[in-house]
Structure formats: C-alpha cells, structure tokens
C-alpha cells in the first residue's frame, strides 16, 4: 500500500538522521575551534554562534553563560555528550560560582510539556493524526475512483511526514532520558564545583598576602 511504504520509508529516514545527525560534523568543529584563540572569537561574532551551537551540543543547555562551567564540570568527571540535558531552563546562578537548580511547579511542568513539540503528549497527538490519515488513506486506497486513489497517495506522503517527526520526537525524548540522573546528583557535582572554585580563590588570596 502507498502510505506504509511513503510513511515507513520518511520515518526511518528521519529517525536515523534525528540520532546520528552531523555527529561526525560535531567532533570535527570542536578540533578545529580548539585551534583558535579568544581574540578570534571576539573578533568574528559568526564564530560565537558556531561555538555556543556546539557548547550547546556538547552540554544540552542552550544558554551560553553556563557552557563554560558545565563543560569543565563535564571535563573533570568524563560525562558523556547532552549530559546535563535535563537541566534545560531550570539552571540559575545563585552567586558567581554557585549553580542552583530550578525545580518547576506541577502546572509549569505541565505546561512546558503541552507546548513543547516533542514531549510525550506531542507524540501521543501525532499518534492520533497518524492513525486517522492511516484509515482513510485505507479506504481512498481501496477505491475504484482514480481521484480517491490519488488522494491515497497525498495522505500517504502526508503520513510519511507526521510519521517522521513522530519518530524525531521520541527519538529527542530517549536522548532526553539516557541519563538517569537526579536532580540531587547534579546539585552534588555543582557543589563540588563551587567549593573546588572557592578553596582555590582562598588559596590565591593567602598567596597574595603572603607575598606582601
């Protein structure tokens, strides 16, 4: 039948893509963003946009004021790739080296997932719409009338694309929940941070009274 090969064919497509896009693509960046110095970035704002997207990448936070810490946090412990993915919008500096963790309210969280194209309610709604595109398709697909054969094929092709961002969905869902991490477990390893950040600060500050 058209819609499942259209469909099946459009989903597996962009489930692939969706997990292993421009993976290759990221690690190159990264070497050869290494190989430049700040002046370069101050200097050229097109290459602050390709650094914060890969930062982005590397961290799962989008907000640039905390890659650098987030990523020397993933550095020092050996954290995977969107380690602090679930942080996303809940991170707030609570003073210079102290990060602290937003925990939503019921409805917020509610309404954060009702609006955000690929929760779980997203793939519930594109489940619906697929279902109901895959029975009409069905029965246009079964008819000896040319044009509702023809329409078969358009829902087909529409069904291939709610299909695919179906999958995309559940795809950035399982990244999302890959690390099984507690909020508990990220505040420990910030605070870890703070208090590493804060011993070596006493310890510049006593240098420099000494050397007085």
Known sequence: MAFSSVALVA????LTSSLFKNKELRVNDVFELSKLNKECFESHPQLKIVKNDINTHITG???PVYHEVLIEIMAKHN???GYFSKLEGRLHYSSPYQISIIKHKPLARLKKQLTNTNSIFASL??????????QS???MDSSSVT??????????????????????????????NFHRVKDYEY????????NNKMNELGL?????ITDE
């Not at 510049?204 to 420099?208: G, Q, R």
């Open 125 to 134: 709604a594109y489940i619906s719409v697929l279902l109901a595109i895959f």
């Open 187 to 194: 505040q420990n390893v910030f605070d870890e941070y703070t």
């Open 137 to 139: 398709a069905i029965e």
């Open 79 to 81: 954290k995977p790739v």
């Open 61 to 63: 936070i989008k907000d």
């Open 11 to 14: 989903g597996v497509a962009a």
């Open 204 to 208: 510049s500050e006593n240098n420099i």
């Open 147 to 176: 044009w509702m054969q023809a329409a078969a094929i358009i829902l087909a092709g529409l069904g291939g694309v709610v299909f695919s961002h179906l999958l995309t969905s559940l795809s950035v869902q399982w990244s999302e």
